[in-house]
Nanobody, 125 residues
Framework: QLQLVESGGGVVQPGGSLRLSCAVS????????IGWFRQAPGKEREGVSC????????NFADSVKGRFTISRDNAKNTAYLQMNSLKPEDTAVYFC??????????????????WGQGTQVTVSS
């Protein structure tokens, strides 16, 4: 059974920080790019950030550049999304996903093969 499980979501005040984790079981991360996506009520699922299998390539949505950091620890089969300077508009369900890749990563959810269940992030005063 191939699974990705997100954790670390919660409620924070604007300007606060949160670190999301994506734990993978059933396969190793060495040959998979990892993407983080989010979906707010009534909106399309959008790409937030992604990282290539080796960590050599990273991409960020314009809305989170300079605030979010993506990383991975293949030995632990875990990927992370560090979110700083959070804004109310960051409120959404956050998903991690994996796709087979050589050295790139995609921000298109249709490119991903495996998905986690999502974790809620709420930024509010």
């Amino acid at each position: 059974q191939l699974q990705l499980v997100e954790s670390g979501g919660g409620v924070v005040q604007p300007g606060g920080s949160l670190r999301l984790s994506c734990a993978v079981s059933g396969f190793t991360l060495d040959y998979y790019a990892i993407g983080w996506f989010r979906q707010a009520p009534g909106k399309e699922r959008e790409g937030v950030s992604c990282i290539s299998p080796s960590g050599g390539s990273k991409n960020f949505a314009d809305s989170v550049k300079g605030r979010f950091t993506i990383s991975r620890d293949n030995a632990k089969n875990t990927a992370y999304l560090q979110m700083n300077s959070l804004k109310p508009e960051d409120t959404a369900v956050y998903f991690c996903a994996a796709e087979s890749s050589w050295s790139w990563c995609s921000g298109d959810p249709d490119d991903y093969d495996y998905w986690g269940q999502g974790t809620q992030v709420t930024v509010s005063s």
